[in-house]
Every structure is written in C-alpha cells, then in structure tokens.
C-alpha cells in the first residue's frame, strides 16, 4: 500500500486548499478512504470519510466547509477545504478504511490569521 498526499500550502484564514491523495497497491475502487490530520502537539484526528460510492461524512469541525471526493478510475482521493481556519493547521493525511499502518507523509496546512 502506497498513499502519497499533496497539495499542502501556506494560506490566511478563509482562504482555500485542494488535498490530492494517490493511492497503489489496493483495490482503491472498492475500498472507503479517509483524511486525517494532526495538529502540533494533538493526537490525529479523523476528518472526512468518503465511501466507495463517493458519499462523504464529515467531523463537526469541518462540516460545510470541506468537501471530500474521489476518482475511482484515477485511484485519487481529493479534500477541497474552503473557508480555512488557523485551526486547521496541521498535517493532512490519506488512509484506507479500516486502517493501514500506510500513513506517508501527509501533508502540511498552515493557516495563518
């Protein structure tokens, strides 16, 4: 299993990021996907689950605000994160559902106020 995230980036509060996640080495078609993320000094936490067929489920804190989805024929998993906030700062990762211990390296939001 290999999860590459991208599309990290420095950017002020209210502004936009789109996540992109490549995946190999499972069936990504078949499998949910989630993003993660990891602030400095906090534990991980999940952020957004998006299931086979697309549908996407959201942690309270980003709810309206982030938009999970995915390109089954692509093997992509993408987060379009809008009205940013500092706290979303931290590092963004992708991981199958149920888990993996296949994190990569995520990547880094910062969001500066």
């Known amino acids: 299993v290999q999860l590459q995230a991208s599309g990290g980036g420095t950017v002020q509060a209210g502004g936009s990021l789109r996540l992109s996640c490549a995946a190999s080495?499972?069936?990504?078609?078949?499998?949910?996907m989630v993003w993660y993320r990891q602030a400095p000094g906090r534990q991980r936490e999940l952020v957004a689950t998006?299931?086979?067929?697309?549908?996407?489920y959201y942690a309270d804190s980003v709810k309206g605000r982030f938009i999970g989805s995915r390109d089954n024929a692509k093997d992509i998993l993408y987060l379009q994160m809008s009205g940013l906030k500092p706290d979303d700062t931290g590092v963004y990762y992708c991981?199958?559902?149920?888990?993996?211990?296949?994190w990569g390296q995520g990547t880094l939001v910062t969001v500066s106020s």
């Open positions: 080495g499972f069936i990504f078609k078949t499998n949910s």
């Open positions: 991981n199958r559902w149920p888990l993996t211990r296949h």
């Open positions: 998006i299931a086979p067929d697309g549908n996407a």
